[in-house]
């Protein structure tokens, strides 16, 4: 037992978010780094030498240049054992990145010092705010020419509303940029400018010290004394509470891509971070140096890679110590498995895991059993984390089959890829499965559902895309949906429990339906 506590403390499990473009692959390549994971700067990607992250794995991702997958990081630095969970810099993939942050402990968000906050920051960050978890933040790219540091923060206190914490300040920016002074220790790391293209080479100087003022010049010398005074009388005082609760962000200045402040960053984020903290059950909290092991399935993907066409459910362990082969209980399944082939996957290498403990992420093979929000525990002490809500779809269109020769495959497919939680399927009452109605947060899953329909079921599809922005459950247990009187242009369908639901083309439609059928409940989320 004492074993695993001290396992389970070494560990941090936290997710990157930032706009595309900030420099969120450029700085987890430089964390693999000092972890050993990789040899070489460069080999996560370089855009332009049509490289591609380790952590991209479909093909879309790769023609587009965007990731929209979530894949699992892990190395080992300092006696700690860090978890990076990537999140998919898409806009229209909010809902896996909501999914992601669910089997995070922490967040990093990286943001671009000549851009500040920008949408896509905006957007994560809600998602990162709905759990309450610590944030703290890289402003990148300060060999750039850079917003002020002052309006950086300020844009965050004001465009996202968390208090920041400058744990370093930058002296300049762009050609000009000279260093950052680090508060906790009074001394200047040193930068050199090299246009951004290779590792610089840095070294701490006091403050105190006359070499400084020399070699950052006169006056970024006296405006970094200015600033200094100012952020020590005018500015938040550091909180760890407020930084736990995710109320108050850290941020640190630096440039990843000549790895300038990168490890100085990754050391405090090691001890401003928390290991693995209780979980929310139904019944209570499930903490994570209980004896048992306990998982949760938040990301479901097949056919990751064409050479093994499979399905993976990925798992935060929360409680214990995993081993492989060992007989857990599927709680939703209501049976006992064998976890046989544990894998922990780094783009299209996999390795067999003996051993894993809460904080970890496995991905196991799943025959199509697990469903996302699923608990995985021990026979002998059942229990049930907190489901993860599924975002209520925006966008719809009618999905048929171009062959009807392909009934199966299309079927398998679109039930497949709804599973994983890529889309959400739906249909006409009494109808059958030749055509579905296909929801989603982002329009650019309909691009990866035919995409992927076609290339790895090999079934051509056509959709028309259809008028309804709002979706409903009804939430009423004895109901004639037929009888309800609807307006004109809300239609009737049914999930794939057969759950009735609505799908409106306005919010006065809503209204219309709430006016005319007395006692109707209409919900947003499904349970
Ligand atoms: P993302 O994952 O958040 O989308 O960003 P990514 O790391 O791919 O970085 C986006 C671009 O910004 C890349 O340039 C990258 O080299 C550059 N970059 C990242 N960090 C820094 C930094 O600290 N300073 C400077 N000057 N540039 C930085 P690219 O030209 O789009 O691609 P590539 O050919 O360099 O890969």
């Known amino acids: 037992m004492a074993d695993i506590k001290k396992e389970i403390e070494k560990r941090r499990t936290f997710a990157i978010i930032s706009h595309p473009d900030a420099g969120k692959t450029t700085l987890t390549e430089k964390l693999l780094l000092y972890g050993g994971a990789i040899n070489l700067a460069g080999s996560v990607k370089g855009k332009k030498t049509a490289k591609h992250a380790v952590s991209d794995w479909m093909e879309i991702e790769k023609q587009r240049g965007i990731s929209v997958t979530s894949s699992v990081l892990q190395f080992k630095y300092n006696g700690y054992c860090i ?41 994560l960050f809600k998602v990162c705010l709905l759990r309450s978890i610590p944030i703290i933040t890289f402003i990148n790219k300060m060999d750039r020419d850079a917003k002020s540091p002052f309006e950086l923060l300020e844009d965050i206190e004001n465009v996202l509303g968390i208090s920041t914490y400058p744990m370093n300040w930058p002296i300049g920016s762009g050609k000009e940029f000279k260093g950052v002074y680090d508060r906790k220790s009074g001394s200047v790391l040193t930068f050199t400018a090299n246009n951004g293209q290779r590792e610089v080479e840095s070294r701490s100087i006091p403050l105190s010290s006359e070499e400084l003022k020399s070699s950052i010049g006169d006056d970024l010398f006296s405006r970094l004394s200015e600033d200094i005074e100012l952020l020590d009388v005018a500015g938040d005082d550091f909180n760890s509470e407020l930084v736990r609760g995710g109320r108050l962000t850290p941020v640190f200045f630096g440039s990843a891509l000549t790895n300038f402040g990168v490890e100085p960053f990754l050391e405090e984020f090691l001890s401003l971070t928390t290991p693995p903290l209780p979980r929310e059950t139904l019944t209570g909290e499930a903490s994570p140096y209980s004896d048992g092991f306990s998982a949760f399935v938040f990301k479901i993907q097949a056919n990751m890679n064409k050479a093994h066409r499979d399905r993976i459910a990925f798992m935060r362990i929360c409680s214990g110590r995993f081993e492989k082969n060992m007989e857990v209980y599927h709680v939703q399944g209501d049976r006992k498995l064998r976890l046989s082939q544990p894998q922990q996957i780094m783009a299209q290498e996999r390795e067999v895991i003996y051993e894993a403990y809460a904080g970890d992420i496995i991905g ?22 907190k489901g993860i809500p599924t975002f209520a779809p925006e966008h719809f269109a009618l999905v048929l089959q171009k062959d009807t020769m392909k009934r199966k495959q299309f079927v398998k497919g679109v039930n497949q890829i709804a599973q994983e939680g890529t889309i959400q399927i739906f249909r006409e009452p009494e109808s059958g499965m030749e055509e579905v109605i296909v929801g989603v947060v982002g329009t650019l899953q309909f691009e990866v559902l035919e995409y992927r329909l076609k290339n790895e079921y090999n079934v051509e599809i056509v959709m028309n895309p259809l008028p309804y922005q709002y979706i409903r459950w009804i939430g009423n247990d004895d109901i004639d949906i037929k009888a309800l009187d609807l307006a004109s242009d809300t239609k009737r369908i049914e999930d794939l429990k057969g759950r009735p639901l609505l799908l409106f083309t306005s919010e006065w439609s809503i209204s219309w339906a709430l006016e005319h059928n007395e006692g109707l409940i209409l919900e947003e989320f499904s349970s």
């Open 83 to 123: 978890n990076i969970l990537d999140t998919p810099g898409h806009q229209d993939f909010s809902e896996d990145t909501y999914r992601t942050l669910m089997a995070a402990d922490s967040a990093v968000m990286v943001i671009d010092a000549s851009k500040g906050v920008e949408a896509q920051t905006i957007k």
């Open 364 to 385: 196991v093979f799943d025959p199509g059993i697990f469903s996302i929000g699923d608990t995985i525990c021990m026979a002998n002490d059942k229990f049930c984390f």
